[in-house]
């Protein structure tokens, strides 16, 4: 089913530059003042291609996606940036520590043949927004290369791709280093035309879950579109048919997924006692807590579809739905998989049912703030910039590939895998 190829990436140049000095996390997490940081860190840092600066100059002939073609062309020129000289498949290690104990977790860098989603071999679980996908193909028309890998799952029920991974990694890393947060990256060329073939052949009968990376996916994929009208010599090996990725197998024991917890923006819009009436009707509480930390080692250890609650002022609560609500008749005509998800019976009960905040709202009036980091998410409330916070359980990597199954996409903001590919490592370039 899924098609996946090697490729001649291009390559920091070890003799220049080093490796941990350039590269950077994904565009979408860094923040202006993460990236004013990784501009001074290395004139020859990735920042500057996957998310330059902006300036009031800025015109359509000189912009940060013109700046990015010149810094490419100019790194490649300098040799700053090599070509491999072979088709090859490429491995990635993360060694990092999370929930109190160290894990690892092994990504294989490959090309995967562009698929529409209604093909069902490529398969997303989250909705996109147009103006970031707006932003990508605008970066990529003008750079014709891949900067960042799109993060795949694939199922590997009894191991033997993850076990492949591990006998492939005996020689030494081109790339190895250990990042300000302390995770650990190793990077390897892979070698061998036979090695290829059976990376190749591996995945022949295997679907893709996308878990990051849905935003530049489509991109890819409407770059493909135009490139097929536009290109007199259009044809279905040509490079830009093809996006990479970095695919990791679901079994894989450092597949952590985390909750993205939530925040209500501005005031509740109903009384304290109107929202403890309402939140009755559905969910049963569980009980109170003083801190934050109790709250969350609670929830963790609680039954699915528990929720913890924070008001300013007010104790940290736990609640739980009731057995007796009918999800059938509380929810709208859904899937049974997306019924499951926590995310789903939150948004449906909690933010709309009972605070009555519409999905028009969050996107346009900017109602709900999302936080990976739950002392965060409380921090806020209790500043007053929210007024509720709402923190959630992890979905499994299972609850979400059922979705995906199904044809049916979660809400935005439902999964974070930790911790986020780095960028820069290797890149695809969309040309021969």
Not at 157 to 179: A, C, L, M, N, Q
Request: aromatic content about 12%; glycine content about 6%; proline content about 6%.
């Amino acid at each position: 089913m899924a098609e996946v190829l090697p490729f001649k990436g291009f390559l920091y140049n070890k003799n220049i530059v080093r490796i941990e000095e350039v590269v950077a996390p994904p565009y979408d997490v860094i923040t202006p003042q993460e990236q004013e940081r990784l501009y001074k860190k290395n004139p020859y840092n990735v920042v500057r291609l996957i998310l330059g600066k902006e300036y009031p100059r800025d015109t359509q002939r000189n912009n940060k996606y013109t700046r990015a073609r010149e810094y490419l062309h100019n790194w490649m020129s300098k040799e700053v940036l090599k070509r491999d000289p072979c088709e090859r498949f490429y491995l990635y290690k993360q060694v990092f520590s999370a929930l109190g104990k160290r894990w690892e977790r092994i990504a294989l860098f490959g090309r995967v043949r562009l698929k529409e989603f209604s093909e069902g071999i490529i398969l997303p679980h989250e909705k996109t927004l147009s103006a970031p996908k707006e932003d990508r193909l605008q970066l990529m028309k003008e750079c014709n290369v891949n900067f960042s890998p799109i993060f795949g799952l694939f199922t590997d029920k009894y191991g033997e791709v993850h076990r492949f991974f591990i006998e492939s990694i005996h020689h030494s890393p081109i790339f190895r280093f250990t990042d300000d947060k302390g995770i650990e990256h190793t990077f390897w060329l892979l070698e061998g035309e036979d090695r290829n073939r059976a990376v190749t052949e591996a995945f022949i009968n295997r679907s893709i879950l996308i878990a990051d990376g849905h935003h530049r996916y489509e991109t890819a994929l409407q770059y493909k579109r135009e490139k097929a009208i536009s290109d007199p010599d259009f044809s279905p090996e040509k490079p830009y048919n093809f996006v990479m990725m970095a695919l990791v197998s679901m079994e894989d024991p450092g597949l952590l997924v985390f909750p993205n917890h939530r925040v209500v923006k501005g005031a509740l819009g109903i009384s304290i006692e109107d929202f403890w009436k309402r939140i009755d009707r559905y969910f049963e509480q569980k009980g109170e807590f003083k801190d934050l930390d109790k709250t969350l080692k609670a929830l963790y250890e609680a039954p699915t579809h528990t929720f913890g609650l924070f008001l300013k002022g007010k104790p940290f609560h736990l609640i739980t739905l009731r057995r007796e609500v009918d999800l059938d008749k509380a929810l709208p005509p859904i899937p049974s998989a997306l019924k499951e998800s926590d995310v789903v019976i939150l948004h449906s009960l909690l933010i709309e049912g009972i605070l009555g905040i519409t999905p028009q709202e969050v996107k346009d009036r900017g109602r709900l703030g999302y936080y990976k980091d739950p002392r965060s998410a409380f921090q806020d409330v209790d500043e007053g910039e929210g007024s509720l916070a709402v923190f959630l359980k992890a979905p499994t990597v299972s609850e979400i590939e059922k979705v995906a199954r199904v044809g049916e996409t979660m809400p935005q903001k439902s999964t974070f895998f930790y911790p986020k590919l780095i960028t820069g490592l290797v890149m695809y370039p969309l040309f021969l």
